[in-house]
């Protein structure tokens, strides 16, 4: 079975300063995807970023970027240039398959002025 | 485009009543799902479909069915609502499975059972 840890419950930064939020996860697939969302406090959930478990290079958006370990099983979720909107709760999913979806609990950020 | 659509948006039921809450997408995309988020649990997949007229159970698909009589909605029942089900609901669709096509999810909706 697939599983997800995310180990930080809550995380604060200082606005404009980078920030790394840790992922990572179990599966005994050969071939899977990470995901990372995004849910403010208004509660819908927005597509970050993703990255193929063949994926040799880290996948980048905008300020967004996976930093993804294959031997460790760690793909951290790594925001550049903090901004106040940026504070939400971010989740981090592993999927094959649509019947292997599975999300991990979260983790609540909040930027700092 | 108005992406993905939820109706309700809230609802309040007493144990025992039914409800069905309605996901629509504008999108064209063949796969929808429905997830359920509780506080501490992240989101956990109760049903999911792979075209119109498919449906198939997820992780916690106990107390619920699904239809997808027409591609573009997905719906999701409770026949006798129980406590435990009080949460949040949200419906996702994305034009393939898994692999690096990302789920488009809707607002959400928020269901208290009494």
């Known amino acids: 079975a697939q599983k997800i840890t995310q180990t930080q419950p809550g995380m604060f930064v200082q606005e404009k300063e980078a920030v790394t939020l840790d992922c990572t996860y179990d599966?005994?697939?050969?071939?899977?995807?990470l995901f990372w969302y995004k849910q403010p406090s208004s509660g819908e959930m927005i597509f970050l970023i993703y990255q193929g478990s063949y994926d040799e290079q880290n996948a980048t958006e905008g300020r967004y970027s996976l930093n993804f370990q294959k031997a460790r099983k760690s793909a951290n979720l790594v925001i550049s240039a903090s901004q106040l909107g940026d504070s939400a709760m971010y989740f981090c999913?592993?999927?094959?398959?649509?019947?292997?979806?599975?999300f991990g609990i979260g983790t609540k950020l909040q930027v700092i002025p | 485009n108005a992406g993905v659509t939820q109706t309700p948006k809230f609802r309040v039921l007493k144990t025992g009543q039914s409800m069905t809450l309605l996901c629509a997408q504008d999108?064209?995309?063949?796969?929808m799902y429905w997830y359920r988020q509780d506080p501490g649990m992240g989101l956990r997949l109760i049903h999911y479909?792979?075209?119109?007229?498919?449906?198939a159970k997820g992780e916690v698909p106990d107390g619920y069915n699904v239809s997808r009589l027409k591609k573009q909605n997905f719906l999701l029942g409770l026949e006798s609502a129980a406590p435990s089900q009080t949460s949040v609901y949200f419906c996702?669709?994305?034009?393939?499975?898994?692999?690096?096509?990302?789920?488009?999810f809707g607002p959400g909706t928020r269901l208290t059972v009494t």
């Open positions: 999108m064209n995309h063949e796969y």
């Open positions: 479909s792979v075209g119109e007229g498919t449906t």
């Open positions: 996702a669709s994305s034009l393939r499975p898994g692999s690096s096509y990302e789920q488009y």
């Open positions: 999913a592993t999927t094959r398959g649509y019947q292997k979806v599975t």
């Open positions: 599966t005994s697939d050969q071939s899977y995807g």
